[in-house]
């Protein structure tokens, strides 16, 4: 029997499929036309977007949610407008393949159309990036960038397929053929068991332990090896990034988010004798470590070996999948009595109630509302089942403050590297991910403008998602830190924009609420009109406590500095 002749392209089809990959998001080009022909045969679901930055943002948001790849497809100039969605994809630590077209390599280095050097590029923003030189090893560099992507911390990488290498033809036999091997299957790394024992040992010796919970640990959206350490150790949690929600901010042991300026009990992590790190790297966001006193012993798990220690020295640092080692710390600790930290709790707890009262004060029904106000109101209609992504500044902050993740991988704030403009383009890859799930964005008016064109892409794709835009007429945290700085606002004010008439124009629903009446019922149809939906709020421009932090900081800085 004769051998079969294949392109390129239908072998990056039939590899990416047999990876499991489904969903592709695009915008077409000159550069990606053969493969995205070649996909159209084999069953691909394309989301085309109205920019490739949010296409990327799509990719990365659908990696974190759903712990599949996220594939975003572009050609060259389109490639250069993905960077953000891969930047914040390295920092989100989101399973991503960027694949991009280019033109034929003979023409490369010549000034061939829109040539630019994609891999240069990609390589600042991903764990990886190469160019594929020849259709034989399609197959095998893509099971390889698949492989990199999921080894230790998660993250990015990228591909450039040239014109050519595309429509180049080959024998069946002549490449190694993809099978259903999913390479992001690489097993699971252990810790020795001497490690996990010092480890369990400095948390029961402890008396005022604590567990946080980073994006590392958030990969599973099984939180049962969590909440099993939690409930032996009888240890306080809180988690953050891919993290919120492993075990629920409703468990008498979780004390929510660990946010220093959104979440008061965090005012006590620096009385902590002994601090179990999983998967949160040791950066700005946690004083490079030096939140826990001096003396505080800290056990530090983390799938990049490089994180172990890294600006703050531990006592025991174990290196592996992070979800693996918390099972073994889990089966460790039953070999152990632990006491109840009922006096530890009870202050950090004590503290949560008084920000719940503060909280309270704040959110009065007046006009103009303020953003604890609106949320309030929110809060009463949201069920266990919802995803909230969030986008923007001070209004979401406020938001953050109050509502709750009871469930793993359900709720989705950008990563350190605060890239705005992801909400929306998250959202969307939320309600891909799971359709029978209500998705609610929640955003601030600046951050909204990056990416607001995407409704269209909502409602060509009938993707009903929710937005709660609060509209400030600024841009919140950088407003407040110029005025408490520099005693006045340079180039962060906005208007009122209706920003509800230009979702009604790419085909959605938009409400305008301007008093504090006609938000509830402005709510209520846009959970009931089945469309993609926003909610044009107008808020006081309030300061929220992450901007009130951020003053002290730049104050502090500059106090040094002089």
């Given at each position: 029997m004769a051998k079969q002749k294949l392109t390129g392209?239908?072998?990056?089809?039939?590899?990416?499929?047999?990876?499991?990959?489904?969903?592709?998001?695009?915008?077409?080009?000159?550069?990606?036309?053969?493969?995205?022909?070649?996909?159209?045969?084999?069953?691909?679901?394309?989301?085309?977007?109205?920019h490739e930055q949010a296409a990327s943002f799509m990719a990365d948001g659908y990696g974190r949610i759903t712990g599949n790849l996220g594939v975003v497809?572009?050609?060259?100039?389109?490639?250069?407008?993905a960077i953000p969605g891969l930047a914040n994809g390295l920092h989100s630590e989101s399973p991503?393949?960027?694949?991009?077209?280019?033109?034929?390599?003979?023409?490369?280095?010549?000034?061939?159309?829109?040539?630019?050097?994609?891999?240069?590029?990609?390589?600042?923003?991903?764990?990886?990036?190469?160019?594929?030189?020849?259709?034989?090893r399609i197959p095998d560099m893509i099971a390889m960038a698949i492989r990199t992507a999921y080894s230790g911390r998660r993250g990015p990488v990228h591909l450039t397929v040239p014109l050519d290498v595309q429509e180049q033809e080959v024998l069946e036999g002549d490449f190694r053929s993809s099978t259903d091997t999913h390479n992001k299957h690489v097993g699971s790394v252990l810790a020795g068991s001497e490690e996990i024992k010092q480890a369990i040992d400095i948390l029961n010796n402890a008396v005022r332990p604590l567990i946080i919970a980073g994006a590392s640990a958030g990969y599973s959206s099984d939180g049962s090896a969590l909440k099993h350490l939690v409930e032996t150790t009888k240890i306080?949690?809180?988690?953050?990034?891919?993290?919120?929600?492993?075990?629920?901010?409703?468990?008498?042991?979780?004390?929510?988010?660990?946010?220093?300026?959104?979440?008061?009990?965090?005012?006590?992590?620096?009385?902590?004798?002994?601090?179990?790190?999983?998967?949160?790297?040791?950066?700005?966001?946690?004083?490079?470590?030096?939140?826990?006193?001096e003396d505080c012993k800290?056990?530090?798990?983390?799938?990049?070996?490089?994180?172990?220690?890294?600006?703050?020295?531990?006592?025991?640092?174990?290196?592996?999948?992070?979800?693996?080692?918390?099972?073994?710390?889990?089966d460790e600790s039953t070999r152990h009595v632990w006491a109840e930290k009922k006096d530890w709790i009870a202050d950090m707890t004590a503290l949560k109630q008084s920000q719940s009262e503060w909280y309270a004060n704040l959110a009065r029904p007046e006009t103009?509302?303020?953003?604890?106000?609106?949320?309030?109101?929110?809060?009463?209609?949201?069920?266990?089942?919802?995803?909230?992504?969030?986008?923007?500044?001070?209004?979401?902050?406020?938001?953050?403050?109050?509502?709750?993740?009871?469930?793993p991988l359900s709720w989705f704030y950008f990563a350190q590297f605060g890239t705005l403009g992801n909400g929306l383009p998250t959202a969307l890859a939320a309600k891909i991910a799971h359709p029978n799930r209500r998705v609610i964005l929640i955003s601030g008016d600046g951050g909204f403008g990056f990416t607001?064109?995407?409704?269209?892409?909502?409602?060509?794709?009938?993707?009903?998602?929710?937005?709660?835009?609060?509209?400030?007429?600024?841009?919140?945290?950088?407003?407040?830190?110029?005025?408490?700085?520099y005693g006045r606002p340079v180039a962060t004010n906005l208007l009122t924009t209706r920003y509800d008439k230009v979702v009604e124009g790419l085909g959605g629903y938009g409400q305008f609420v301007q008093t504090h009446d006609e938000f509830e019922p402005a709510l209520k149809r846009a959970f009931s009109s089945g469309r993609p939906a926003l909610i044009n709020t107008v808020i006081q421009n309030g300061i929220s406590p992450r901007a009130e932090a951020a003053i002290v900081k730049w104050r502090n800085r500059r106090a040094k500095n002089r």
């Open positions: 392209s239908h072998l990056i089809a039939h590899t990416l499929k047999a990876e499991g990959v489904k969903n592709i998001f695009t915008i077409a080009g000159d550069h990606t036309l053969p493969v995205m022909d070649a996909m159209a045969d084999n069953g691909f679901n394309f989301v085309d977007t109205r497809m572009t050609t060259t100039p389109g490639m250069v407008n991503m393949l960027s694949l991009a077209g280019s033109a034929e390599i003979s023409e490369l280095g010549k000034g061939a159309n829109q040539e630019i050097d994609q891999i240069s590029l990609a390589s600042a923003v991903t764990k990886g990036a190469w160019m594929i030189t020849d259709a034989r306080p949690v809180m988690t953050s990034d891919q993290s919120r929600g492993l075990i629920p901010d409703d468990h008498p042991y979780c004390l929510g988010y660990f946010d220093s300026a959104l979440n008061w009990a965090t005012k006590l992590v620096g009385d902590a004798d002994a601090v179990l790190i999983l998967g949160r790297k040791f950066d700005n966001s946690i004083g490079y470590g030096d939140i826990f006193k800290i056990v530090q798990v983390d799938p990049d070996q490089r994180q172990i220690g890294r600006n703050r020295g531990v006592h025991v640092g174990l290196t592996g999948a992070v979800n693996a080692i918390i099972a073994q710390m889990a103009p509302m303020h953003a604890t106000y609106v949320h309030s109101v929110l809060n009463r209609f949201l069920d266990p089942e919802d995803i909230l992504v969030w986008d923007g500044g001070d209004f979401g902050h406020f938001g953050r403050m109050l509502h709750k993740a009871n469930q607001a064109m995407e409704f269209d892409t909502a409602v060509r794709h009938n993707l009903p998602i929710i937005c709660i835009l609060g509209n400030d007429a600024c841009w919140g945290i950088d407003y407040h830190i110029q005025v408490g700085i």
